[in-house]
């Protein structure tokens, strides 16, 4: 304890105010060396693989309260949806009574494919549905992560790199319950054609032995491509295939290559009886639940 | 037990009378010593549905239960009844959406897969989706809509097929699917006694070819009235060319009934008679005239036609058409009936906003004549309720308003037919063929929302026997240079209209005022 008396200008009110002084210019000077302000300069080198929070560090974007106010947010952008888009939903029964938690596959060409996805979903398994969005574009910014969570449920999902890590916070919302939205694609299609699938998608399933539910979005492209700011109105339709399992001794990869090629089939007229399931398989899974009461 | 229906004269105490105009309404205060005639109220529904609907399923009458019938490997094909039954649509849950759930069920445990439903659409328009989907329940709908589920085109020539001639030299067609089926389920909905039976498939699911046999001037004159099928040349013919479908292919009918709930809360004064008005029901109709009185054609008519009935089941019958239509028949009649003693000097009665050809349209000229003289004015079983050469009068504002999109074919044929002719047998002897081929109609028909070409004609056969039966008809309200084209007179007030009736039936005629919707068959005694 040092000994000089409070006037010593090195203790007291003092000392806090020049401890402070001090770190507003630490700031200021990281904020000048790191271009805080400015973009990130080009002479710079390119950023190495991004290594993302686990998913449990954004675990407070599945938890109460939080779940109810997004779900009301959510239901007050349902009308924005169908005035922007009109979606028109087939297979919905495929999601409407989930015994078990599923991957969702879908093919991806616009940021609204998310927002068209959740709109298919039912009220039950929207609640219960996670996001992989990209971490490096969304999360590069930890308030624009934090939003996106809040609204859409995401979680940050690596498309450079970490296979074990995502391999690991993928699974356990999976085990959690969680259904996990997918875009195998890896980034939005520029010109709205399905491009080769990443084999993420198949490794993941094969892993957790998760049923994929292949997903095929048409006319997000017109709402709002890459590189559009502002949506416009378009009309879209999802149509939602029957959940695909990987069969015994199937590789990620070929489990893969039978998702794409899934998806690519929903994306074809008229309906696909053994991609959606005949109609005998869809009537009886959106058999409506019989209300069971306990006795009293 | 509901109250029957009754005939109440005017006395000096009667309120006024709900008359309906159009989109509006009104109160008319009738001559003393006038009779009012009053549907029965509301039957008490079933209160499971669908347990009934298990039970007529596994009972039928003079047939198998339907599941003995259903097999894997088998063709089957589910028809239904259109948009255009019960009126006003009726909220959901339709009753056919609980039949076709029921039906579609036995069918998925029976393991059939080739399975097509298609509404059962004759000549009418093709209904939007949301319609198709309100009939048959969102279940349904997503899962067979579009390829399994669609409308019948009866334009389409690889769609249809003639399948023989009854002994009276008709011909019959068939939808070629329900024809190649290995059964044909019928489901449908009987508001009236008009409807069902083997009208259904007979009109339903025929081309033009096969519909033009029976709805005819010839046939329709001869059909009195078509709400007492006994009577009625058009269900002889009907029964006919049933006979030869049921020759054809394997058919298993399904008829409902509902009772005659047609006005939800908000509008129940409609349902009561006037003397049960409370005060609520006061203030309802006021606000009701206000606001029809003031609001804009197209904003009333988006309000009614919003409308959704609560009409609850009262009877669910599966098996033989026949067998299945007699007790259908026994059911509505139950319902409607009304007893009414001797024949009337002039009939009075408001025509609603609403018909079975205008659904979300306007009532066009053409269709209130329909309506009035057709529809309404047949409401009968035995005689009429009017006299011989006695004087019809109806309330309606009869615009010049036409819907584009579904009565295409009624504009040319107010606009061009009506200004030649109005007597049907020179209608049809000169315009109908012309209208029916029409490459535009018929295009209007398959690919829009259009009725067919030759639609018109028949809603105006419809109204011939009540035009050449009654000495007179008279429109109240209605746009003076409309109703003269229609060929009938115009009257400002009713008082008016009575005044100029007595020039044909005489000083002190008797009236009598149908107090429809909702709906009522008068058995005149």
Redesign the interface.
């Known amino acids: 304890m040092s000994s000089k008396p409070w006037y010593s200008g090195e203790r007291g009110v003092t000392q806090l105010a020049s401890a402070i002084g001090a770190a507003v210019a630490d700031v200021q000077r990281m904020r000048r060396a790191w271009h805080w302000d400015s973009p990130r300069p080009h002479s710079w080198p390119e950023r190495g693989a991004v290594v993302p929070p686990a998913a449990h560090d954004l675990g407070w974007a599945r938890q109460e309260p939080v779940r109810t106010i997004r779900y009301l947010i959510q239901q007050g952008l349902e009308p924005v949806t169908e005035v922007m888009a009109h979606p028109k939903?087939?297979?919905?029964?495929w999601v409407k009574e989930l015994d078990r938690p599923v991957i969702f596959a879908a093919n991806h060409s616009s940021h609204s494919d998310t927002a068209l996805i959740l709109h298919a979903l039912t009220d039950e398994a929207r609640d219960r549905t996670v996001i992989a969005a990209a971490a490096d574009y969304w999360y590069k910014r930890p308030l624009m992560g934090n939003i996106v969570s809040l609204f859409l449920n995401t979680f940050p999902f690596s498309r450079t790199g970490g296979a074990q890590g995502q391999l690991h916070a993928s699974s356990t919302l999976l085990k959690s319950g969680w259904n996990l939205v997918l875009f195998p694609e890896g980034s939005r299609s520029p010109d709205g054609t399905i491009r080769e699938f990443k084999p993420g998608v198949g490794h993941l399933a094969n892993e957790t032995r998760t049923p994929v539910v292949p997903v095929h979005i048409r006319g997000s492209q017109r709402i709002m491509p890459k590189g559009q700011k502002v949506p416009l109105p378009a009309p879209a339709r999802v149509r939602i295939g029957k959940p695909m399992a990987p069969q015994k001794n199937e590789g990620s990869r070929e489990f893969t290559a039978r998702v794409e090629s899934a998806v690519r089939a929903l994306a074809r007229e008229?309906?696909q009886p053994e991609l959606q399931g005949?109609?005998?398989e869809?009537?009886?899974a959106?058999k409506?639940r019989e209300l069971v009461y306990g006795e009293d | 037990m509901n109250r029957p229906g009754a005939v109440i004269e005017v006395d000096r105490n009667t309120p006024p009378t709900l008359f309906h105009f159009g989109e509006g309404v009104r109160l008319e205060k009738l001559p003393l010593g006038s009779r009012i005639v009053y549907p029965p109220d509301p039957m008490e529904p079933i209160t499971h549905p669908e347990r009934a609907v298990k039970r007529a399923l596994a009972r039928p009458l003079e047939d198998d239960p339907l599941k003995s019938l259903l097999r894997r490997g088998m063709k089957l094909t589910i028809a239904f009844d259109d948009l255009s039954l019960p009126l006003p649509p009726m909220a959901a849950p339709d009753v056919r959406q609980l039949v076709l759930e029921e039906v579609v069920d036995m069918a998925a445990e029976a393991g059939v897969e080739d399975i097509h439903l298609i509404a059962a659409l004759g000549l009418h328009r093709r209904m939007t989706p949301d319609e198709v989907r309100h009939i048959v329940g969102e279940r349904i709908f997503s899962t067979f809509w579009p390829d399994r589920l669609y409308q019948h085109d009866g334009e389409d020539p690889e769609g249809n097929v003639y399948i023989g001639k009854t002994a009276h030299a008709e011909e019959v067609t068939l939808n070629r699917r329900a024809a190649e089926s290995d059964l044909v389920i019928y489901v449908n909905l009987t508001l009236v006694p008009m409807d069902g039976g083997h009208k259904s498939m007979a009109t339903g699911l025929a081309s033009y070819r096969g519909i033009r046999a029976n709805h005819n001037v010839k046939t329709l004159m001869g059909s009195k009235s078509y709400m007492n099928p006994v009577d009625s040349a058009l269900h002889h013919s009907c029964i006919r060319q049933g006979q030869i479908i049921e020759d054809t292919v394997r058919v298993f009918h399904i008829e409902t009934t509902v009772n005659n709930h047609a006005f939800p809360s908000i509008a129940s004064f409609m349902q009561k008679r006037e003397t049960d008005w409370t005060a609520q029901d006061q203030a309802m109709f006021l606000a009701l005239k206000q606001a029809t009185d003031l609001a804009p054609p197209a904003f009333k008519r988006n309000v009614f036609h919003a409308l959704r009935a609560p009409y609850g089941l009262t009877g669910v019958h599966a098996g033989q058409v026949d067998a299945v239509h007699e007790k259908t028949l026994d059911a509505v009649r139950k319902q409607i009936s009304v007893e009414v003693e001797g024949q009337t000097d002039i009939v009075t009665m408001g025509v609603p906003y609403l018909g079975p050809y205008n659904i979300n349209a306007p009532m066009n000229p053409v269709l209130v004549v329909c309506m009035g003289a057709g529809y309404l004015f047949n409401l009968y079983r035995g005689k009429p309720v009017l006299r011989q050469g006695g004087v019809l009068i109806f309330a309606h504002p009869c615009r010049y308003e036409f819907d584009a999109v579904q009565h295409p074919s009624y504009i040319d044929f107010y606009d061009e037919v009506l200004a030649d002719t109005t007597d049907p047998t020179e209608i049809e002897k000169r315009y109908e063929l012309r209208f029916a081929e029409d490459p535009w109609f018929r295009q209007l028909y398959r690919k829009s929302n259009a009725y067919h070409g030759a639609h018109p004609f028949y809603a105006w056969y419809w109204a011939a026997y009540a035009m050449d039966y009654a000495g007179d008809i008279i429109v109240v309200g209605g746009d003076r240079e409309v109703v003269h084209r229609l060929g009938f007179k115009a009257a400002s007030t009713l008082e008016d209209a009575l005044e100029m009736a007595e020039q044909t039936v005489g000083r002190h005629p008797s009236i009598t005022h149908l107090r429809v919707p909702p709906i009522m068959l008068c058995d005149v005694q």
């Open positions: 939903v087939e297979g919905r029964e008229p309906r005949s109609w005998i869809r009537w009886r959106s409506p």
